[in-house]
């Protein structure tokens, strides 16, 4: 076990990862590892099972302690990449010891008094946290907010139609194995997909999803909320109202698993208040922070999963201005859901939180 | 080699299957092997290099004639199932030798002397033919379409943006061929889908696909068009108001290839002239022929490929109103792209057509 060297902490905030052994958790420490590091001590907070466990995260081996109040002590900022409801009891313990709390679950996210942060969007409205507690938005909403943020400023948004193509890793790493068994369950059988059913036979339990994931697609994410929604797809309208700042914005959403290991996709028809051109828009997303554009199917370049998985930005591509409405874009995007829509864009709510707390000298 | 019974064949019209050992056309004989026989003489056709094989039809084996036009003498229908420019050549063979051609392919979908039919929503229109020839849609249109046309008909349609999720059927037998490569390619490594570029080096060549469709989507098929469009994204826009007679209809459809062996999905936000309420969308649609409504969320039960493929209907699900907008329902349909999505498609325009030659007395 090394030590790191000592200067790195001089002056600099403590952060805690909370959940440092999970799926989201486990991307966190190669995040931390390998952005500029701005963090003094880092302690690794996991559940009493995990306690003892020792993971590396900049070059470093630390030893995972339990989740308990004495944990925050001396925490400047503490990350929490854990299930809603122990992030509900979690984070306000944080926030009572000093700690700005930076919470990835759903617990706080359309609380009034939490800000719900994506930093290219609005940094800002991280210094407005009167609970200690600064969320960050759904994996779904952040895989595309960027990307309209950008659009946003630079023609006034007013509706979104969005449809998704969601990663299994949504679903955590019971997702991720239970699509890699089912994958290995379907491939040596060249007579399945061909009958109804055949399918749902072949691999059995679908685990963490409603139908089997290989050789299929499934229209639900989520539990059911009025109307035949989805949360998922409620999440999407709500969070995107509140990281614009646009309490109006019509959303509709419908949210779709595929069997995709990790990184989602979107479909998106976003209808502004003046009129769009295909080439602006392109030039806006190409210039807009942690957006790519890809955008030349000619040569058959547009953002797929397969490529933008591992990647930080929002990669967007498939840009057309409608045919039928000169203020309608349609954008196909995607973002990988463990960094962006997760890990990475905790990370850089903790970062601006820590600039405001060691301002630059 | 059987010999069909003679009364079957008397005075019922004399059908040609061209392609008839093909994708679809191995779709076609088993459908017309099931559905009430209205068919004298069945005559199947095929490329040169196909003539000769024998395939069963109504329990009857044929053998597999060579495309010529003497292959048309005595034909009263002939369904094409047969690539663009074969069509192109063929059909207008078939017409002057008297028979009712039945296209599938896109060579005269929007020709306006040519009908593009969906008997469940404008049966009227095959008779209107001044060419012999009527048009069978393209398989994502027909994927949903016939749902549509109930809601069409209950609350005017104006407008529709679609997100597709289609099968790799879509390109045919090698489309299929190319997805189960892949699959057993992918299959058996537990690492892949976790970094940019490792699913398509172990994929190597994608077959008929832009990228590899294992463990990915792809947001593109057909050509590129004007605007950055694909042509099937177009044939959806076109198609869909072509069929529904609405000229004027709004469509902005981005599509996206799954790994899906048979069966389109597709998401569909429909605005109409007037408000719309959920539960009289759902029996309008539960009441529709050829539709199937599976809605019912808390018990997991909607539409998916793996569970509608090798069926005839066009099954809806997840039926919402928009909560932005009192005029507007989403919905997710799924409908097999090689039945309903083209044989079957085919199969029924050919009947109505056999219905006019010979009324049931």
């Known amino acids: 076990m090394s030590i790191a060297p000592i200067a790195r902490r001089d002056g600099r905030p403590t952060l805690a990862v909370v959940g440092a052994t999970g799926a989201v958790g486990t991307v966190m420490l190669e995040i931390l590892s390998t952005r500029a590091d701005v963090w003094g001590d880092i302690r690794l907070i996991a559940s009493p099972r995990s306690a003892g466990k020792r993971l590396t995260v900049r070059g470093e081996e630390l030893e995972v302690v339990a989740l308990s109040p004495e944990a925050f002590d001396g925490v400047d900022v503490a990350m929490f990449d854990v299930p809603d409801e122990v992030s509900a009891e979690w984070a306000p313990v944080a926030a009572a010891k000093g700690a700005v709390a930076v919470d990835n679950s759903g617990a706080f996210r359309m609380d009034p008094d939490v800000p719900l942060v994506v930093p290219e969007v609005n940094a800002a409205a991280a210094a407005q946290r009167p609970k200690g507690i600064i969320s960050n938005p ?11 943020g950008a659009l946003h400023e630079a023609y006034t948004l007013q509706e979104l139609v969005v449809a998704s193509y969601q990663a299994a890793s949504g679903a955590g790493q019971p997702g991720i194995d239970a699509l890699r068994e089912q994958m290995a369950k379907v491939s040596g059988d060249a007579s399945l997909g061909t009958v109804a059913g055949d399918v749902r036979r072949a691999v059995g339990d679908p685990g963490p999803f409603p139908a089997p994931l290989a050789y299929n697609v499934v229209p639900w994410a989520g539990s059911l909320k009025d109307g035949g929604w989805s949360s ?16 109006d914005l019509k959303v509709s959403a419908t949210c779709v698993r595929v069997p995709v290991i990790t990184t989602h996709s979107l479909a998106v028809h976003a209808v502004f208040a003046t009129e769009v051109e295909q080439e602006r828009a392109q030039h806006v997303l190409a210039q807009a922070p942690g957006v790519v554009l890809v955008d030349d199917p000619a040569n058959h370049e547009f953002p797929t999963p397969a490529d ?19 203020r309608a874009l349609e954008l196909f995007l995607c ?4 960094r962006k829509g997760a890990a990475l864009n905790t990370a850089q709510i903790a970062e601006v939180v820590a600039a405001e707390l ?3 000298r």
Do not use: Q
Request: aromatic letters at 2%; charged letters at 25%; a neutral charge.
């Open 138 to 148: 759904n994996c779904t909403t952040l895989s595309m907010i960027v990307a309209l």
């Open 335 to 338: 973002g990988d859901n463990l």
């Open 358 to 360: 060691n301002p630059p």
């Open 232 to 247: 998922e797809e409620l999440k999407v309208r709500n969070e995107s109202r509140k990281i614009l700042g646009l309490p």
């Open 308 to 326: 933008v998985v591992g990647t930080d930005p929002t990669w967007v591509g498939r840009v057309r201005r409608s045919l039928d409405d000169p």
